[in-house]
């Protein structure tokens, strides 16, 4: 099988080395000139775990190139993974999807599937059909596939290579057995449905994470009220089959590149057919509100922020990643500057992404012990191993110990020993 794949960020750089290692030969396209001289070179653009790895042991099967025409003219398959950003609605942004689209029709000279990896509302497949026909310079049959991803950062290539399930959603038995060769030595479940059913299955259980990450964290506020514990509360949830342990994590809200921008867009879409998902919106307002619960909590200990100095330990939206986006780093650091704080800040990854969104009277120190040192309050926004691994005495460096902590690091109990104050989320000393 000849492969091309649009796109070289997280999905479709992670979905291009997985299948060069299972024994594809893929070429990747991008508009991007920088990122494929750097990719040609052998240098990966991305913070993921694993990649720049299995990238160079794979090495021999990928090619990059910015000449599409070439890369799609003689594929069997062309995977579509470009990104469907947020828009100002909070609806999808589809250009990029549409751009390829017209790419791949201006240049296939042979019978091929187009797969659409990228998170796109439902409908957008036949549409692609649609786009492509009318825009095909030569006589040949293009089947659409839908194929969702469900990577997360920091875990993609395990993710891929070991996943739940395969969604594939196509009402062609020849793009099914397509579909199902490439992925034959991946040994997971295939699911085969219909393309507006795939394109569903993607946003839904988006949807459905972010919500559950809501549910605890509302369910971790009311415990602070009420004497009990989220972490015990959410084990004794989560060992119920029904329910299931996993995203039961309370903390400061959900961030990244995808559960913000899904939510949204699936509630968008709802409204657009007169069908609000009222779930899906109270998610997103809890949401919202929990990235600033540790301002809220600090209040209590500040009524301004002026002259204070604020240690914060973690930027990224979570550990094991680079990426920046929707981080509730960028909803706390901004209103304590406003505020009048001085803010010191760690980071092992995230520092770089950080300086180019915010400025202001910010010290980037290289270690959490460092960013501690004369600090009047403590903010933990990340749950970096660096940061889960200090010591309660590491805080006895502050100018006065209040620990913040977003994300539940460390044991209550163990802390309520030392000479600080320690507050987290859902659970009382
Ligand atoms: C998410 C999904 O988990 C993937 O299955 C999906 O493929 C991906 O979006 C996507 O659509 O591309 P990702 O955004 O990389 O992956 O990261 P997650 O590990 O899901 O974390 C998202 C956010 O939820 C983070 O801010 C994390 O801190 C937060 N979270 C997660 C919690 O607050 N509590 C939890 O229990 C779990």
């Not at 160079?56 to 069997?76: H, M, Q, V």
């Not at 609605?89 to 042979?110: F, H, K, L, P, W």
């Not at 310079?137 to 839908?146: C, F, L």
């Not at 295939?190 to 993607?202: G, L, Q, Y």
Request: glycine share 6%; charged share 25%.
């Amino acid at each position: 099988m000849k492969i091309a794949i649009a796109g070289t960020g997280y999905v479709g750089l992670v979905s291009a080395v997985v299948l060069a290692h299972v024994g594809h030969h893929v070429v990747c396209v991008d508009v991007d000139e920088t990122k494929i001289e750097q990719l040609k070179k052998g240098i990966c653009p991305i913070h993921e775990p694993d990649l720049p790895e299995l990238m160079t042991e794979n090495f021999c099967r990928l090619a990059f190139t910015t000449d599409y025409a070439a890369a799609y003219s003689d594929k069997d398959i062309i995977f579509i993974a470009v990104g469907t950003p947020e828009k100002v609605d909070g609806s999808a942004n589809m250009s990029y999807v549409y751009a390829v689209a017209e790419q791949i029709a201006a240049s296939v000279t042979r019978d091929c599937v187009v797969v659409v990896k990228s998170t796109v509302p439902i409908g957008t497949n036949e549409k692609v059909e649609q786009h492509l026909k009318k825009h095909l310079k030569r006589d040949v049959a293009i089947e659409v596939v839908s194929n969702p991803e469900f990577l997360s950062q920091g875990t993609a290539i395990k993710d891929m290579l070991h996943g739940s399930r395969i969604v594939v959603g196509t009402d062609s038995e020849s793009a099914r057995r397509v579909i199902a060769s490439i992925y034959e030595n991946l040994d997971q479940p295939v699911i085969f449905t219909d393309r507006r059913s795939a394109e569903m299955i993607k946003y839904a259980s988006n949807d459905f994470l972010a919500l559950k990450i809501s549910y605890i964290n509302e369910i971790a506020n009311i415990c602070e009220v009420l004497g009990a514990n989220v972490v015990d509360v959410a084990r004794g949830m989560g060992m119920d089959p029904r329910i299931g342990d996993k995203f039961l994590r309370a903390g400061i809200g959900y961030g990244g590149s995808c559960f913000p921008k899904d939510t949204k867009a699936l509630h968008w879409l709802g409204n657009f057919h007169d069908q609000e998902l009222k779930t899906v919106k109270a998610a997103i307002e809890v949401n919202e509100n929990q990235k600033l619960r540790l301002i809220k909590k600090a209040r209590k200990y500040y009524s301004s922020f002026e002259g204070i100095t604020v240690a914060v330990l973690g930027l990224t939206f979570k550990p094991g990643t680079d990426d920046l986006r929707e981080a509730p780093s960028l909803a706390n650091i901004p209103i304590l500057l406003d505020d009048g704080a001085k803010v010191k800040a760690y980071d092992p990854c995230g520092v770089e992404n950080f300086k180019r969104k915010v400025s202001g009277d910010i010290v980037y120190c290289a270690t959490p012990e460092e960013t501690l040192r004369d600090a009047d309050i403590c903010f933990i926004l990340t749950e970096w191993p660096e940061v889960m691994e200090l010591q309660p005495n590491h805080f006895l460096t502050m100018r006065r110990p209040i620990i913040l902590d977003g994300r539940n690091c460390y044991d209550p109990g163990l802390m309520g020993d030392y000479p600080l104050i320690y507050d987290s989320i859902g659970r009382t000393i």
